[in-house]
């Protein structure tokens, strides 16, 4: 089975610093995705940012972007020039590739990010 | 197209009683994802349909827990006999199905929080 492990339970960061968020995870898969989820306070979780293992190189979305270490399975989250709407509950999640057969995403514990003004 | 619905948002119910969820997914989207969150921790499986057929259920659903997609399209998760333990946040997602550009991404809803007196 595969798991996901957020040791950091909660961070904080001031307004405009850069924070990384650490992830790691265990599988026996080769091909799979990793995903880093953000649940703001009392709203629905959106998808931050995804990465395909089979690329080598590291996903980036604005703002946001992972250092993805296959071989450490080791998916760290970077969010640069934090900003006040930042603050979340941030989520790593792992899925198997589809067609390694039906799966369903798993999740970590998350890690609480609060941005500082 | 709206998202992922889900209704109601908030239920209180005593115990022993029955409570029922609905979520209706993106319209595009086969696959639709029950989760469990409880307060601090991260979404916990339940089950998943693609199309009408329920193709997982965790060791989570216990027999009191129940969840149907009759025509593919909306779903029901029924809770029966409710405990205090089932209180929680019910969150429902969807995605493409095999094949779809997106099928590893899942949309979630805002959720069913569910509390048992």
């Known amino acids: 089975a595969q798991t996901v492990t957020q040791s950091q339970p909660e961070m904080s960061v001031q307004e405009a610093e850069t924070v990384t968020l650490s992830c790691t995870y265990d599988?026996?898969?080769?091909?799979?995705?990793l995903f880093w989820y953000k649940q703001p306070p009392s709203r629905q979780m959106i998808l931050v940012i995804r990465?395909?293992?089979?690329?080598?190189q590291n996903a980036t979305e604005n703002r946001f972007s992972v250092n993805f270490q296959k071989a450490a399975k080791s998916f760290s989250l970077k969010i640069s020039d934090s900003q006040l709407g930042d603050t979340a509950m941030y989520f790593c999640?792992?899925?198997?590739?589809?067609?390694?057969?039906?799966?369903?995403?798993?999740f970590g514990k998350g890690t609480r990010l609060s941005v500082i003004a | 197209d709206t998202g992922v619905s889900q209704d109601p948002r908030h239920k209180i119910t005593k115990r022993g009683q029955n409570v029922t969820f609905r979520c209706d997914p993106i319209?595009?989207?086969?696959?639709l994802y029950w989760y469990r969150q409880t307060l601090g921790q991260g979404p916990e499986f339940l089950t998943y349909?693609?199309?009408?057929?329920?193709?997982?259920k965790s060791r989570l659903l216990s027999d009191r827990f129940s969840a149907e997609r009759p025509k593919g399209s909306f779903s029901t998760l029924e809770i029966q006999r409710t405990e205090q333990g089932d209180s929680a946040m019910y969150l429902c997602a969807s995605s493409l199905g095999l094949g779809g550009s997106g099928a590893n991404v899942l949309t979630f809803g805002a959720g069913s929080r569910l509390t048992v007196l």
């Open positions: 599988t026996s898969e080769n091909n799979y995705y």
């Open positions: 319209s595009e989207h086969n696959r």
């Open positions: 999640a792992f899925m198997k590739h589809v067609y390694s057969g039906n799966t369903p995403l798993v």
């Open positions: 349909f693609q199309n009408e057929a329920q193709l997982e």
């Open positions: 990465q395909e293992a089979y690329k080598q």
